[in-house]
């Protein structure tokens, strides 16, 4: 860009200049090739905007170092996802043996439910045979449980 800023006399501007003469040479702010606007020039501060906008070199190194860094963070990211697709398959693995271990005490825990019912039911069927064998006798207090006491009481 910088070339062709640079005030150096062109071939195509002589022919130009040729072709037509200053009156009739157009400038930037006219509107056609015989339009005179009493002899424009472009502002100063154009000129400095056009020399700092960047060459094509810098255009080509901004772009390698954008391409580099684009590059560098793509691998980041397909290294963390492949991280990711090896923790995804060890939750899986994980997940799997979980769920068989879980099945095998959810059938432990129904078969444990089970038997404690029947011990439950035993028990209070024991309970109910012993206390079929004893005899209830009005005024007679359920506190008196020793034989002596009993004795004293029904002999009374």
Wanted: aromatic share 2%.
């Amino acid at each position: 860009m910088r070339q062709f800023l640079a005030v150096t006399p062109d071939p195509t501007s002589q022919a130009s200049s040729e072709a037509y003469p200053p009156s009739e040479a157009s400038t930037p702010h006219s509107l056609s090739p015989g339009r005179d606007d009493q002899g424009e020039t472009p502002p100063a501060d154009w000129l400095t905007l056009l020399r700092t906008l960047p060459t094509r070199a810098d255009l080509t190194q901004a772009t390698t170092a954008d391409q580099t860094s684009i590059k560098v963070d793509l691998q980041l990211m397909r290294a963390d996802m492949q991280g990711m697709a090896d923790r995804m398959a060890q939750i899986e693995a994980d997940h799997d043996s979980l769920t068989a271990a879980q099945a095998a005490h959810a059938a432990s825990h129904s078969r444990q439910t089970a038997q404690m019912h029947a011990m439950a039911r035993y028990i209070e069927d024991l309970n109910d045979r012993g206390c079929r064998q004893n005899l209830r006798i009005r005024g007679l207090q359920e506190g008196e449980d020793t034989p002596v006491q009993l004795k004293g009481t029904l002999t009374a």
